[in-house]
């Protein structure tokens, strides 16, 4: 098992600059890819960014020159540096862990965000 503890969000300005974290304990080995998704109300859940094992990383193309997802793998944590915040950014941000083989998937308990003035 896979316990992930999202921290970070809350109300900002738009413009502003939110750093998400995502911290990871447990049976951590073989994780193939660790991701950030987004769910706003009456939306599903998208994947907004990545980073995978080797250090690749996507982004959806709504936030791509704006957030920057990164690890610190010592500290079993993954970030989402989230710059220049639009009020459709507001949403509950989840990190998301996947293994190799993609069969034992892990989700944290959503963190909310929200841009406004």
């Known amino acids: 098992q896979v316990q992930l503890v999202e921290s970070g969000g809350g109300l900002v300005q738009p413009g502003g600059s939110l750093r998400l974290s995502c911290a990871a304990s447990?049976?951590?080995?073989?994780?193939?890819?660790m991701e950030w998704y987004r769910q706003a109300p009456g939306n599903q859940r998208d994947v907004v960014a990545t980073?995978?094992?080797?250090?690749?990383?996507n982004y959806v193309d709504s936030v791509k020159g704006r957030f920057t997802i990164s690890r610190d793998n010592a500290k079993n944590t993954v970030y989402l540096q989230m710059n220049s915040l639009k009020p459709e950014d507001t949403a509950v941000y989840y990190c998301?862990?996947?293994?190799?083989?993609?069969?034992?998937?892990?989700w944290g308990q959503g963190t909310q965000v929200t841009v406004s003035s």
């Open positions: 980073i995978f094992n080797g250090g690749r990383t």
């Open positions: 447990g049976n951590i080995d073989n994780i193939y890819a």
């Open positions: 998301r862990f996947v293994k190799y083989g993609g069969s034992n998937v892990y």
